[in-house]
């Protein structure tokens, strides 16, 4: 979006390394897609394995619109939804606003989808498969 600022975030010692389901180190790339529509808890997940160092995150910035929500239920079945707090990632990031910022950048492009390629899903696969860094 015009007018933002990108911020630089330390990159992690081993970006790779993972654990486990049963606790082990793993050595196998990690990434996640993300793209303009990928908000809410699908913010917090991207924005919190990029913070811890998890993952990669591959495609386009997100919305940032991640607010944590009560809802309050009104008369003639009406439903009220007030925001009441704001996520952010481990290391402090605020998304609501902001977004995710993927480390590999790739956008979508309309007419390679409708001829069946998505060039971001492409891009996650040469990464976990080392071919690009």
């Known amino acids: ?46 924005g919190s394995l990029q913070a811890l160092g998890r993952a990669t995150i591959v495609g386009s910035q997100t919305p940032g619109r991640c607010l944590v929500a009560n809802l309050a239920l009104l008369p003639g079945s009406g439903v009220l939804s007030y925001p009441y707090g704001q996520s952010q990632t481990p290391d402090g990031r605020v998304l609501e606003g902001n977004g995710v910022v993927p480390d590999i950048e790739v956008a979508l492009d309309r007419n390679l989808l409708l001829q069946g390629i998505d060039t971001q899903l492409a891009a996650a696969i040469d990464y976990a498969a080392g071919r690009i860094r």
């Open 1 to 46: 979006m015009a007018g933002r600022r990108s911020r630089s975030r330390p990159k992690p010692s081993n970006p790779h390394r993972t654990t486990s389901a049963t606790g082990g180190p793993t050595s196998f790339r990690t990434c996640v897609l993300c793209y303009e529509l990928s908000a809410s808890s699908s913010e917090e997940f991207a």
